[in-house]
């Protein structure tokens, strides 16, 4: 099962409006990264983050890698419809190789 | 199109029937790695390729699942004896070995098991 816990489960905002979602985990985490996935489609990569307090920024998009290890946050900028999808977090423990998802943030933009 | 591919991207069977899908990862990487994701939730590992070897199996993976990378490129997925629980969307991804690891996914085979 999953053991990433993110939130909010979904967002309905305006367009132009900040958005900000979080993903926190009970274990250390040597990687993060984050996904949109819109419907019918797979995730894309959109941010991967690699040190304990990194910053991350792609475009509009800007992500942290919690000091603890332990969590991860993904702020968007200024939204425009296409950012409409579902936002996945997912960790990678030291050693491993495969990715543990978060349940996802579906976002929801109104014009 | 460089990314990866998958096919097919809709299968529609019955229960009991056998089921097989194809990965093409991204040419230049040697690792490859299945998912299944149901709806409304995120992607759950099922297993992963290093060239054409098997290197970690999900215990999600039961023994009506194989997959098989012979030649280290493009890799299968066969579910035999479907059931009505093995509707998902079932997601391959491939990565370099050195380097970040980062995963890309392709668009997933969406499977209805009727």
């Known amino acids: 099962g999953q053991q990433l816990n993110q939130s909010p489960q979904s967002m309905f905002i305006q367009e132009g409006e900040d958005v900000s979602m979080n993903c926190t985990s009970s274990s250390i985490f040597n990687t993060w990264l984050w996904y949109k996935q819109d419907p019918g489609e797979g995730p894309v990569l959109l941010i991967a983050l690699y040190k304990a307090g990194e910053l991350t920024s792609n475009g509009r998009l800007t992500a942290q890698f919690g000091i603890t290890r332990k969590d991860s946050f993904l702020n968007i900028s200024a939204s425009i419809p296409s950012d409409v999808g579902i936002y996945f977090c997912a960790g990678q423990w030291q050693g491993a190789q495969k990715l543990v998802f978060g349940q996802g943030t579906r976002l929801t933009i109104n014009p | 199109d460089t990314g990866v591919s998958q096919d097919p991207r809709h299968k529609i069977t019955k229960r009991g029937q056998n089921v097989t899908f194809r990965c093409d990862p991204i040419s230049e990487h040697n690792r490859l790695y299945w998912y299944r994701q149901t709806l409304g939730q995120g992607p759950e590992f099922l297993t992963y390729?290093?060239?054409?070897?098997?290197?970690?199996k999900s215990r999600l993976l039961s023994d009506r699942f194989s997959a098989e990378r012979p030649k280290g490129s493009f890799s299968t997925l066969e579910i035999q004896r479907t059931e009505q629980g093995d509707s998902a969307m079932y997601l391959c991804?491939?990565?370099?070995?050195?380097?970040?690891?980062?995963?890309?996914f392709g668009p997933g085979t969406r499977l209805t098991v009727l």
């Open positions: 991804a491939s990565s370099f070995a050195s380097g970040t690891n980062e995963q890309f």
């Open positions: 390729f290093q060239n054409e070897a098997q290197l970690e």
